[in-house]
């Protein structure tokens, strides 16, 4: 059934707007950075809602989007050819070096499609040997259903049946990457900016390792970014000089409309293109916003500002890192930072929620940092001032130096 995006939007005004973090805030209005709730009680979200919103609530240009569309159904067949998604397709070709595109509507729904594209391509593909595994180093987790349903379909020549078995492993170590791989792998998905545990890869070795261990075994190297919205990092995708064969996106368009993309490279397209059903529908609506959004990080204005910012963050991290011993690491690019300390942050959280701050923890002892765009210095003077008065109350309890 075709719901309209009029429809959608009463249901989130009845239902009030559900935050992703798990605290008990009652909303009345969103804008920017802000959240006020039904007391008029004012938060700055540093968690952008979980990378929902990474260009703040209400931005008027995705409000005017939703508005020319709003007498339009949001889902809509991939079979659907129109503008912009030849555009769009064409900018997410240049700027990820991967030509073909898969939409869908969920960070879920393009986990989905690349896992059946793998399982399609390695099937189909007559110049790969068999193979029944895919390692997973990523927060996305095939359900037990996906188990259960994810067998290889039959060759044409030698009408055999293979169930993959996924892999999961921690930490994401070069060692036990190659402990992991054999001939048997069909693929590898990867966050190449964040390991599962929210901090940076220090370098590109880890990542080019793995490279190399694709390039051997003849296996697919997929980047998973659904957990980095564009322009997060202060590029407009997250994965540096490296294309890989396959790459997933989930643009923070907001709660109320989203957008999963699979892209994967010409070689990977002529062979599943014959055998591949794409049956996930998308919001057009998703599509023109992402353009958008795309657009203006092109833009060097825009760019220059998150750097700017950025700067600025990382000034206030580097100054409480001198003052508190008990940091053990500070991690930061662009608007994505991780602070990890020698004790338990969940009540440092709870303090600064009291105070107007919402913040989220990557682990037990690491602080994640992903504001919106349109975070202002002075907001982040806020974060750092209540952040060094809790440490402070917090310091014969936790021996803090």
């Known amino acids: 059934m075709e719901l309209e ?34 007391d008029g009680k004012e938060y700055i979200d540093f968690t952008s809602n979980s990378e929902i919103n990474s260009l703040g609530y209400n931005q008027p240009f995705i409000s005017e989007i939703k508005q020319q569309f709003s007498d339009k159904p949001v889902c809509f067949s991939y079979l659907l050819q129109q503008p912009p998604l030849d555009d769009l397709i064409e900018k997410l070709g240049y700027i990820s070096g991967l030509p073909h595109v898969f939409f869908s509507n969920s960070a879920g ?10 399982k399609t391509f ?17 927060d996305n987790k095939p359900s037990i259903n996906l188990l259960k349903i994810h067998t290889l379909p039959e060759k044409k020549e030698f009408q055999q049946k293979n169930s993959f078995e996924f892999i999961n492993s921690t930490p994401a170590s070069i060692s036990n990457m190659r402990n992991l791989f054999s001939k048997k792998v069909a693929a ?7 390991n599962i545990e929210g901090s940076f890869f220090i370098d590109n070795h880890f990542i080019g390792s793995v490279e190399k261990l694709c390039q051997k075994y003849q296996s697919l190297l997929v980047f998973d970014l659904t957990s980095v919205s564009p322009g997060r990092t202060g590029e407009i995708l997250a994965s540096g000089c490296k294309i890989p064969d396959m790459l997933l996106l989930s643009a923070g368009l907001g709660q109320d409309i989203q957008l999963g993309i699979t892209a994967i490279n010409g070689e990977i397209y002529e062979v599943v293109n014959k055998y591949y059903e794409h049956k996930h529908n998308f919001s057009v609506t998703a599509c023109h916003i992402l353009y958008k959004i795309i657009e203006k990080l092109e833009e060097n204005d825009f760019q220059n500002l998150i750097n700017e910012k950025s700067l600025y963050l990382k000034e206030k991290l580097n100054k409480l890192e001198e003052k508190y011993l008990n940091i053990l690491d500070i991690q930061i690019k662009g608007l994505y930072a991780t602070v990890e300390m020698d004790f338990n942050l969940t009540p440092l959280v709870e303090k600064c929620l009291e105070d107007g701050i919402i913040l989220e923890l990557a682990t037990p002892e690491k602080l994640l940092i992903r504001p919106p765009y349109t975070i202002t210095c002075d907001q982040i003077d806020c974060l750092f001032n209540v952040i060094d008065k809790h440490l402070n109350e917090m310091k014969s309890d936790y021996r803090l130096e």
């Open 5 to 38: 995006l009029k429809e959608l939007i009463e249901k989130e005004k009845e239902a009030s707007i559900r935050l992703k973090y798990p605290y008990n805030i009652s909303i009345k209005t969103m804008s920017d950075a802000i959240i006020t709730d039904t």
């Open 109 to 118: 729904e393009s986990f989905n499609v690349a896992l059946s594209i793998i």
């Open 122 to 138: 390695i099937s189909q593909a007559p110049f790969i040997p068999d193979k029944s595994e895919i390692i997973i180093f990523t």
């Open 188 to 194: 590898i998905i990867v966050n190449p900016l964040i």
